[in-house]
């Protein structure tokens, strides 16, 4: 089975502070994503990437980046952290080779990230 | 560009009783079509999915959904559920590539016994 881990499941960080959110995959897909979940908003494509060193903005990049330097690890990157950023944080993952319409998304367990 | 509408926030239902949970979805593109759970403290995980075909698709754990062009809505149904479906569910369209989603607002659904 394909697994997502995302190294933490709670996360409390102040304002202005820098975040790392870190995800890594065992399945050697090509494909990983960063969404943002919230109440009654679903689920938000914050940044993606289709290869190793490779990133593209989704519908809500303001306030994070992201780094891909190896295939297997994905990490999402709040420059400045903000109580607006207070949210639950889930990675995924799949191959490139199908897309999503053969493959699913494969989820992480999600981080909670409370910004104070 | 997609969209997608959940009609309902939550959906409260007794056990063995059936339900379903709706989804509406707008694009100017043929779509995919798809379901996710999200159990409590968990990823989500497929359900069912439309690609194509026979507009009634079957999924895990005993649900359908039904594809209907004409009114752009994808509903998911169960004819009686368990405790264990408490979950929250989410609608999702795919772009034309196929190779990214769009979710809606999700549903809870709480199943009482």
């Known amino acids: 089975d394909v697994k997502v881990t995302q190294s933490s499941r709670y996360l409390v960080k102040r304002t202005g502070e820098k975040v790392f959110l870190e995800c890594v995959q065992d399945?050697?897909?090509?494909?990983m994503f960063w969404y943002r979940q919230d109440p009654g908003l679903g689920l938000r494509l914050i940044y993606f990437?289709?290869?190793?060193?490779?990133?593209e903005k989704g519908d809500i990049p303001e306030g994070y980046s992201v780094s891909r330097e190896k295939k297997e690890r994905f990490s999402l990157i709040l420059e400045s952290a903000s109580t607006n950023q207070t949210s639950m944080y889930l990675c995924?993952?799949?191959?490139?080779?199908?897309?999503?319409?053969?493959?699913?998304?494969?989820f992480g367990n999600g981080t909670r990230l409370t910004v104070t | 560009a997609q969209s997608v509408t959940q009609l309902d926030s939550q959906v409260p239902v007794f056990e063995e009783a059936p339900v379903e949970l709706r989804c509406n979805y707008s694009s100017s593109v043929s779509v995919y079509l798809f379901w996710y759970v999200q159990y409590p403290n968990q990823g989500l995980q497929l359900l069912l999915k439309y690609l194509s075909g026979s507009t009634l698709v079957k999924g895990i754990n005993g649900f359908e959904a039904e594809f209907n062009k004409s009114q752009t809505s994808f509903h998911l149904r169960k004819p009686s559920v368990h405790i264990s479906d408490t979950a929250e569910y989410f609608c999702a369209v795919s772009n034309n590539a196929g190779n990214m989603l769009t979710f809606g607002g999700g549903t809870r659904l709480m199943v009482k016994p």
């Open positions: 399945m050697d897909h090509e494909n």
């Open positions: 990437s289709y290869d190793v060193k490779m990133k």
């Open positions: 995924a993952s799949s191959p490139s080779d199908r897309g999503l319409v053969n493959s699913p998304l494969h």
